[in-house]
């Protein structure tokens, strides 16, 4: 069962794959037969080799992000997590609001990853 405590230390260590893109570190996170979804309208990657793959083909640049996440709710197995993401480059800075929904296993890794996220833009779309 998870809690508060090994789910923060689950996006502790998301964050530091994220940094470092250590394969391992990544293949970590994850269960073997996990599904990820960057936006629940998204075709799934499915399996732990596939997630790692799809980390490592994606880099973001050294230092041109910061991230901060926490859980907000926990049910069983399942949590609810909040974050920002803040990147800055040469085309300028931007912000994510992130959810996440994280099914873990009994081994404290993910076998289910679906995000959500908005820009602060996105709001002011909704309204014209």
């Known amino acids: 069962m998870i809690n508060r405590a090994s789910v923060q230390a689950w996006l502790d260590t998301y964050i530091r794959a994220w940094r ?64 920002r993401t803040q990147y800055v480059g040469d085309e300028g800075e931007w912000e994510y609001d992130n959810i996440f929904v994280l099914e873990f296993n009994d081994d404290g890794q993910v076998v289910n990853f679906c995000e959500w996220y908005m820009t602060p833009d996105d709001e002011d779309e909704d309204e014209e």
């Open 20 to 83: 470092t893109y250590d394969p391992a570190l990544i293949g970590s996170l994850y269960a073997e037969d996990a599904i990820v979804r960057f936006s629940p309208f998204d075709e799934p990657v499915e399996g732990r080799d596939a997630i790692v793959e799809g980390w490592l083909e994606d880099k973001d640049e050294p230092d041109s992000w910061k991230a901060s996440y926490r859980p907000i709710a926990i049910d069983g197995n399942t949590a609810v997590v909040n974050g």
